[in-house]
């Protein structure tokens, strides 16, 4: 299996991330970073971060994921996301690290949902009532907008047991993307991916239609893949993750991809852009 994704897990204090993390380590023989930081132990067993002083931080080489979370730092290194496959961080170290990151790997960022008062209550048997209350109130300023962030999200609320079966999947299908070969046919002169809002409606699947109808006309040595024709008949079969790793796989067999129609406040659509800027793959907004 190559080497070439890591995984970024995202999550209030609370929702299961360590926890998750754990289990996937063992599915998948994944390794996880363990991001240094100048946060002081909350107890002398704590793993999953590698503690050191402020000095030390500051002379790190490469720290190409950072960010500062109640007057701590936190960070990895160039070598660590080349050496792992998990990443346990928040939306602000994402930016940072897509900013930062010249490597090759793909990046898939994967939000963990929980309910509040479930995460204060996680977190309550662990740490006092006093503690745990202020980490909520800092999470809240945290991710007052992890909903401009594109990214998988799973609902943590119920059994945990479901949870990682239904990540499992996803981790799967992203897996046997990153280990096909992207196609090259010598038949066509360029494979164009054709992103557009879709909403289960066969509206927006004749729109497409008649998009690449015209298209096809200007550019006969064009091959064009739809995801809403390949995959509607999945739409209400299948949750919205395994639905969107199908439209990336779809995606990765192309030359780059074209947007149209009203992406702006298409979900899908946005997913789809921001995977083309994390893989590199060269798209156009049409309209």
């Known amino acids: 299996m190559r080497n070439n994704f890591i995984f970024l897990i995202v999550g209030e204090s609370g929702?299961?991330?360590?926890?998750?993390?754990?289990?996937?380590?063992?599915?998948?023989?994944?390794?996880?970073?363990?991001?240094?930081?100048?946060?002081?132990?909350r107890n002398e067993n704590e793993t999953g971060h590698i503690f050191v002083t402020d000095e030390k931080f500051s002379k790190l080489k490469n720290?190409?994921?950072y960010t500062k979370f109640a007057g701590y730092k936190y960070g990895a290194t160039a070598q660590q996301i080349e050496?792992?496959?998990?990443?346990?961080?928040d939306t602000k170290g994402i930016e940072y690290l897509k900013e930062k990151y010249k490597g090759n790997k793909n990046i898939y960022p994967i939000?963990?949902?929980?309910?509040?008062?479930?995460?204060?209550?996680?977190i309550t048997h662990?740490?006092?009532?006093?503690?745990?209350?202020?980490?909520?109130?800092?999470?809240?300023?945290?991710?007052n907008d992890i909903d401009d962030y594109s990214m998988v999200k799973f609902d943590n609320n119920g059994d945990l047991e479901t949870t990682i079966k239904n990540i499992s999947k996803y981790i799967n299908y992203i897996i046997n993307i990153n280990n096909r070969d992207r196609i090259?046919?010598?038949?066509?002169?360029?494979?164009?991916?054709?992103?557009?809002?879709?909403?289960?409606?066969?509206?927006?699947?004749?729109?497409?239609?008649?998009?690449?109808?015209n298209l096809q006309k200007q550019y006969p040595t064009y091959l064009f893949l739809s995801p809403i024709h390949t995959f509607s008949?999945?739409?209400?079969?299948?949750?919205?993750?395994?639905?969107?790793?199908?439209?990336?796989?779809?995606?990765?067999?192309?030359?780059?991809m074209w947007v149209f129609g009203n992406w702006i406040n298409s979900k899908g659509c946005k997913m789809e852009i921001d995977y083309c800027k994390r893989n590199r793959i060269p798209f156009e907004i049409k309209e």
Request: glycine fraction near 2%; charged fraction near 25%.
């Open 126 to 143: 662990r740490e006092n009532r006093r503690i745990a209350i202020t980490r909520i109130e800092n999470d809240k300023n945290m991710f």
């Open 83 to 89: 050496d792992n496959q998990l990443y346990i961080i």
């Open 233 to 256: 008949y999945d739409y209400n079969a299948s949750s919205y993750e395994i639905g969107i790793s199908k439209c990336f796989w779809l995606l990765e067999q192309a030359n780059k």
């Open 184 to 213: 090259t046919n010598n038949t066509y002169e360029d494979i164009i991916y054709i992103s557009h809002p879709y909403l289960g409606l066969k509206d927006n699947e004749e729109k497409v239609a008649h998009i690449i109808t």
């Open 111 to 122: 939000y963990i949902s929980v309910d509040e008062d479930l995460r204060k209550e996680r």
């Open 15 to 41: 929702s299961g991330k360590t926890t998750i993390v754990n289990h996937l380590e063992k599915i998948f023989n994944f390794t996880s970073i363990s991001s240094y930081t100048t946060r002081l132990k």
């Open 63 to 65: 720290l190409i994921a």
